[in-house]
């Protein structure tokens, strides 16, 4: 078990953002024009460093029971950070990167959700097996995002000034 919960708080912390819409923000499918890749990262980043300070502070689940409330409380808010990821328009030729980004926090955060799922069936051996894929999923995200230049929303880091 505590494999599985050190893999949840690890992979939440790189799930994404705030509750907040910012003013001037820019819409991949709202038309704005692109942002440009130091603007894409200041803003994504801002995303996830919101998202850590106000989602992740003091989690510290010990039972399957505390892994499972963690998980609903953070999921809604993770789930609303990625909507405004994906709202922001990425720098030209850099969609693919940043669809890749996406579509491996997609995967973790359904994977978190069955993770969920085991804690509350206290089924050991599938929380296992979903915190195994978390590691992979995330650890693919955290790769993508270090690689593309995010500083925040490629660090392990669960809460940042």
């Known amino acids: 078990m505590a494999a599985a919960l050190a893999a949840a708080l690890a992979m939440l912390a790189g799930c994404g953002g705030g509750d907040d819409d910012k003013p001037g923000g ?5 038309g704005g024009s692109a942002l440009s890749k130091e603007e894409f990262i200041r803003r994504a980043d801002n995303l996830c460093r919101e998202f ?3 989602s992740l502070a003091g989690a510290n689940p010990q039972t399957f029971d505390e892994l499972r409330r963690t998980i609903d409380e953070v999921l809604p808010p993770a789930q609303r950070t990625l909507k405004k990821f994906q709202r922001l328009k990425p720098p030209p030729g850099d969609e693919r990167i940043i669809r890749s980004y996406l579509d491996a926090q997609r ?7 069955q993770l969920g799922d085991a804690a509350e ?25 270090q690689g593309y230049g995010f500083k925040v929303c490629g660090s392990d880091e669960t809460a940042t000034a």
């Open 52 to 54: 850590r300070s106000k």
């Open 26 to 30: 820019q819409s991949a499918s709202g």
């Open 107 to 113: 995967e973790t955060l359904s994977l978190l959700r």
């Open 121 to 145: 069936a206290g089924d050991r051996e599938a929380a296992e097996r979903y915190a195994d894929a978390l590691r992979e999923s995330g650890g693919r995200a955290k790769r993508i995002a």
